[in-house]
């Protein structure tokens, strides 16, 4: 056993992350994940990663209207040591915006992970974070092999159902059946 396994690590508060941004340490460019009080630097954002959630973007702001506000890459704060930042996720609409506060784990109606060269770490990270934290749903595109999962029932150890619709399918998020976001458009 080497000595950086048997050191104890400290891990960050999400106050303690937020006065690192406070203080300047971290920037608003700093592309940083607070992961189980770690922080995490996001991969590059690639091409057809960046086409897929303008994609989705476009598609889910025209479905949702005033039913939810569609949030693109930005912070989810989950207590005590959690502040990843989805792709999108469709929170439930305030009336501030969320200006007073992030949203937390009972805002999100859905979130979306897209994974290019991520994949692994989406999945084995931060899905199962999200289910513990009781997130609802979360839809995973796995860009390089053109695939969609969704998962849904949340339990302390991840996701109860996982779905594998087909790329001609329409699908819906759980919360907002009004929705409907048809795939065929997603993957052309």
Not at 100 to 110: C, G, I, K, S
């Amino acid at each position: 056993m080497g000595a950086l396994e048997t050191a104890h690590r400290r891990k960050l508060s999400l106050e303690e992350f937020h006065r690192m941004g406070e203080a300047g340490i971290l920037g608003e460019d700093d592309r940083i994940e607070l992961i189980d009080g770690e922080m995490i630097e996001m991969a590059p954002i690639g091409a057809q990663h960046l086409a897929m959630v303008n994609r989705l973007s476009r598609m889910l702001n025209l479905a949702a209207g005033k039913d939810a506000i569609v949030s693109t890459q930005n912070p989810v704060a989950l207590p005590p040591q959690n502040e990843p930042q989805p792709d999108v996720a469709l929170l439930r609409p305030r009336a501030d915006d969320y200006r007073a506060r992030l949203p937390t784990a009972a805002d999100v109606l859905l979130i979306i992970e897209i994974a290019d060269t991520t994949l692994v770490y989406d999945r084995d990270v931060k899905i199962p974070l999200y289910a513990r934290h009781g997130v609802a749903e979360v839809w995973l595109f796995d860009i390089q092999s053109g695939s969609l999962f969704v998962h849904r029932e949340p339990a302390p150890k991840g996701y109860q159902r996982i779905l594998a619709p087909e790329k001609n399918e329409t699908i819906s998020p759980m919360l907002l059946p009004a929705i409907q976001i048809e795939l065929a458009e997603l993957w052309r």
